[in-house]
């Protein structure tokens, strides 16, 4: 059985920092590419970031670029995401996903290339 638990939330103030991890288990995940979602209340999921499978290609969404920075670690099968000054509109909960087809590219940025989910981890920022 596939899973991915996420660690690492928490509630943080503005400007703070949290660092998320994800563990995979039942899963050889090396070639594949593996991404950062969240979804706020009332708001659709949305890719934050994703790396490809060799873990030499990290993508970031806009609203998050020069404060989060992901890596992975294949020979432990994590994935993390450093995130830095931290606002309130990025409270959410945060879900690790792993693409079961793809490596790398637009297809990772995607929901619909994501094939195995965590439960996610709370993040929440006060001003």
């Known amino acids: 059985e596939v899973q991915l638990v996420e660690s690492g939330g928490g509630s943080v103030q503005s400007g703070g920092s949290l660092r998320l991890s994800c563990v995979v288990s039942?899963?050889?995940?090396?070639?594949?590419?593996m991404s950062w979602f969240r979804q706020a209340p009332g708001k659709e999921r949305e890719g934050v970031a994703t790396i490809n499978g060799g873990g030499t290609a990290p993508n970031y969404a806009d609203s998050v670029k020069g404060r989060f920075t992901i890596s992975r670690n294949n020979a432990k099968n994590t994935l993390s995401l450093e995130m830095t000054n931290l606002q309130p509109e990025d409270t959410a909960m945060y879900y690790c996903?792993?693409?079961?087809?793809?490596?790398?590219?637009?297809?990772?940025?995607?929901?619909?290339?994501?094939?195995?989910w965590g439960k996610g981890t709370q993040v929440t920022v006060s001003s």
């Open positions: 039942g899963y050889n995940f090396s070639g594949a590419c």
């Open positions: 996903a792993a693409s079961g087809s793809y490596s790398g590219g637009p297809a990772c940025r995607s929901t619909r290339g994501m094939h195995y």
